[in-house]
C-alpha cells in the first residue's frame, strides 16, 4: 500500500548545521533588541515559481520558518571604527527586485540570487550561490563594475563566506 505525503511547494530538506546557525543569528538579533518577520507561504510559492527554478526551495522554506526578513546586520573588519558595510535581510519583494534588475538578473542564470540589500549605499547586495548540500557561498556583488556576468564574476563579487552558516555566525549586530 503506498502512503501519500502531503508536501508544501516549498519545503525542502535543510541543512541542520544551517538551521542551528540561523538559531544563533535569530537569537543575536533579539539580544539587539530586533525582530525580524517570516515568508509567508504565498509569497514563498509565489517567488519559486517568478524565478522560474533559479533558487532553490529550502531557501524560501527556511524564511517561512525563520524570522530572519528586515534584520538588519553587519559583516566585515571594524575599518575607522565602522563595520565595511550593513545590510537588511530581503523579503519576497527585495529577492524578486534584485532578480529583475542588474547586477542580479545577469546573475540568476548563472545561479546566484540577492537575500540582502545594502542600507548604506556604498557597498553592493549579497548573494547567495546556492549548492547541493542545502548551503550556500556567500558573496557581495558589486553594482558599478559591469552588466555582463562574467565581468561581473571575475571582478566584481567577493567572496564572505564559505557556507551561509559561516557567515550567519560571523554577522554582527552592532551600531
Known amino acids: 500500500m503506498r502512503r501519500s505525503h502531503k508536501t508544501s511547494r516549498t519545503s525542502a530538506a535543510l541543512n541542520q548545521n544551517l538551521l542551528e546557525a540561523v538559531r544563533r543569528f535569530i537569537q543575536r538579533a533579539r539580544d539587539d533588541g530586533q525582530a525580524g518577520t517570516l515568508m509567508t507561504d504565498a509569497e514563498a510559492v509565489d517567488l519559486l515559481r517568478e524565478a522560474g527554478g533559479h533558487i532553490p526551495r529550502w531557501y ?10 528586515g ?4 559583516f566585515g ?9 550593513d545590510w537588511n535581510w530581503s523579503g ?27 542600507v548604506t549605499g556604498s557597498g553592493g547586495s ?3 550561490q546556492p549548492q547541493p548540500d542545502g548551503e550556500a557561498v ?7 563594475v559591469n552588466i555582463d556576468a562574467d565581468e561581473i564574476l571575475a571582478g566584481a563579487r567577493n567572496q564572505l563566506a564559505p557556507t551561509l552558516a559561516a ?3 560571523a554577522a554582527c549586530f552592532d551600531e
Open 138 to 144: 556567500i558573496y557581495q556583488v558589486f553594482h558599478d
Open 71 to 74: 534584520l538588519n546586520f553587519s
Open 92 to 118: 519576497a519583494a527585495g529577492i524578486k527586485s534584485e532578480c529583475e534588475c542588474y547586477p542580479g538578473l545577469p546573475l540568476l542564470e548563472r545561479g546566484y540570487f540577492g537575500f540582502a540589500s545594502d
Open 60 to 69: 524560501p522554506g527556511l524564511l517561512t520558518k525563520a524570522p530572519l526578513i
Open 167 to 169: 557567515f550567519l555566525d
Open 77 to 85: 573588519e571594524i575599518e575607522d571604527g565602522f563595520r565595511q558595510c
Open 126 to 128: 549579497l548573494f547567495l
